[in-house]
């Protein structure tokens, strides 16, 4: 019952703040502001697939920028040599994306703790490898130039403004897709999985398919997001996509809370826009973020979102449960 | 066999790094994303002992290791005690890691700066031909002092009161609390232990790499590869994995190609994974540290 009430709620104060959200490009008028909000909608994209990954079935991946970056040079390049339009190269890569994730799930399946995440590692590295060194293809470290625009329905977005409903609106439709999943039987039968793996498995689960699936459905989040980052930017380079940036994606999810889907939202904002506000103290800036993520990780196990559950439910109307 | 032979320094650079994962590994089930950036620590501090207070490279060495590891046992209780004490998930503790790694790093490049700098070697590096193959002093001394370093963590590890409580705390945590050891003071010395072993790493390459601020990410990475690749967690298996990635990557990168040298590394490591996760040097019964 409790679960309910506060998931209406927490549902409530989404949407509310997605209302004010939409208003954003009014005023912030500043193109870089808007830029980097840009770039952390399409950041949460990935967060939102990983925290299905990390966060439900308790496998940790820590090369989510090999998705990304294959959603990115898929899409473009099929732009680019083919004239694909912006859709379909972006169905494709996702798709594409998606065929990875499984190519990783496999091997993964077998794995837990420290394996996985190394193999994770391995497959991210590898992706930036070959991105590095098929230059008949990629245009190796120089990377693709002149990746062309999206359109919808005719209407070629072109403008931060214009992205910035494109983006937003993926948003929507990616934490509709997140949550769906996380509700469904499939949700349930992942956050069984990584409660008690032998348990669920005694009822009657066949673990292996749904650990490759939860790899999938992330690969296919980074896949679309790494499609619309592509056109978004214009350029790429495997520079992009380095170790670095995966373990980004992974802070963000653990900082804002990995085992919710809202937590995926709160983390890639909240350590965007902290990065981003550090840019004043320039020289140590980067000391700091360091030090933000271990204190939070020690003093908000569960994430923001964790803090914000804790919050709530310290004031919120007890009798219920 | 030149390549293979060529393989052999960094392979034993490979090995103190992956030795510095398992021993952390083994005694607090940590996984510990920070232990490229002692590597990167050591050789800064050795560079700094070397040119600005004008000692000779024995001391140079020597210092970086008190140092450094007096900051792996400075992070093992700051960090990693209380995230324990608090029960965090494995993931916090991975975080909390990688954080110490971006701080590592970034004290650095506010410190020393951007630019590369470079250690001069203490011998030669004009290569010597020895029946039929050419190695240079530099690689002779990397191999000596990598090797008598691993001789002295394992008598360190044998002999020691310290030592053996590592090895209880490893062997069991509860245990080991049991008769009066303090598995927090243990994983503290493990700490240490591979902080230290990380900065000797750091000065033997200086001479032959350029330090850099983000030279401990990759010489990480490939340390972890070596250490999984071994068996994670055991002493073993943590050089032998160091030598074969060495060896393995040297003659990938002169045989096949340099450019895919790392993505066939880190295949290979994919397919070890798949087949046998345990580790290529093991048998059934896994004994760790």
């Known amino acids: 019952m409790k679960s309910i009430m506060s998931r209406r709620r927490g549902l409530a104060a989404f949407l509310l703040l997605l209302i004010g959200y939409h208003f954003t490009p009014y005023f912030v008028t500043n193109l870089y502001h808007l830029h980097i909000l840009n770039l952390a909608g399409i950041y949460t994209l990935v967060v939102l697939g990983l925290n299905i990954l990390s966060g439900y079935t308790g496998q940790v991946s820590m090369g989510q920028a090999g998705f990304f970056a294959i959603g990115t040079y898929v899409s473009a390049l099929l732009m680019m040599n083919w004239s694909i339009p912006f859709w379909s190269a972006s169905a494709m890569a996702t798709v594409m994306a998606g065929l990875f994730g499984a190519v990783i799930g496999i091997p993964a399946m077998k794995l837990s703790g420290p394996y996985l995440v190394l193999a994770t590692v391995g497959f991210g590295e590898i992706v930036r490898l070959v991105l590095l060194n098929w230059t008949p293809v990629t245009k190796g470290a120089a990377g693709l130039v002149g990746i062309p625009l999206p359109t919808v329905l005719g209407f070629v977005v072109t403008t931060e403004k214009h992205f910035f409903y494109l983006i937003l609106a993926s948003l929507l439709v990616g934490v509709f897709i997140a949550l769906r999943i996380a509700d469904s039987k499939i949700g349930r039968t992942y956050r069984a999985v990584c409660e008690d793996e032998l348990a669920a498995e005694a009822m009657g689960v066949n673990i292996n398919r749904y650990k490759i699936s939860a790899f999938i459905i992330s690969a296919m989040f980074a896949g679309f997001a790494g499609s619309l980052f592509g056109s978004f930017s214009g350029v790429t380079s495997p520079d992009n996509f380095t170790f670095d940036e995966s373990v980004g994606f992974l802070c963000m999810s653990v900082i804002g809370g990995n085992r919710s889907i809202v937590g995926a939202v709160i983390g890639a904002f909240g350590l965007t826009a902290v990065s981003e506000a550090l840019r004043v103290i320039q020289g140590f800036r980067l000391v700091i973020y360091g030090s933000i993520l271990v204190f939070t990780v020690i003093f908000m196990p569960k994430g923001i979102i964790g803090l914000f559950r804790w919050i709530c439910g310290n004031f919120s109307v007890k009798e219920i449960d | ?289």
């Open chain 2, 1 to 289: 066999m030149q390549f293979f032979l060529n393989g052999l320094p960094i392979g034993a650079i490979y090995s103190l790094v992956a030795l510095g994962y398992s021993l952390i590994y083994a005694a607090s089930g940590v996984l510990n994303w920070s232990q490229g950036d002692m590597v990167m620590l050591g050789a800064y501090v050795g560079f700094t002992v070397f040119f600005f207070l004008k000692l000779g490279f024995i001391s140079a060495l020597f210092l970086a290791i008190v140092v450094v590891a007096l900051l792996g046992a400075l992070v093992q209780y700051m960090i990693l005690r209380p995230l324990r004490e608090r029960e965090a998930p494995p993931i916090n503790v991975v975080i909390a890691t990688l954080g110490v790694a971006i701080i590592c790093r970034n004290l650095a490049l506010g410190i020393w700066g951007p630019d590369p700098q470079i250690l001069p070697s203490p011998v030669s590096s004009r290569p010597l031909s020895l029946a039929g193959v050419s190695v240079t002093p530099q690689d002779i001394l990397v191999l000596s002092v990598g090797i008598t370093l691993m001789l002295i963590l394992h008598s360190f590890l044998k002999n020691t009161r310290e030592g053996k409580a590592l090895r209880a705390v490893a062997q069991d945590r509860y245990a080991a609390q049991l008769v009066g050891i303090d598995p927090e003071r243990s994983d503290a010395v493990a700490f240490a232990a591979s902080a230290g072993i990380g900065a000797a790493a750091g000065i033997l390459i200086a001479p032959i790499f350029f330090v850099t601020f983000n030279m401990g990410a990759s010489i990480g990475l490939k340390g972890f590869v070596a250490a999984v690749i071994g068996g994670l967690g055991t002493i073993p298996g943590a050089i032998a994995g160091g030598f074969f990635l060495g060896v393995v990557e040297s003659l990938a990168g002169g045989l096949i190609s340099s450019g895919y040298r790392d993505a066939i590394t880190f295949s290979l490591l994919i397919v070890v994974l798949w087949l046998k996760p345990s580790g290529l040097f093991l048998r059934k019964n896994r004994q760790k540290v």
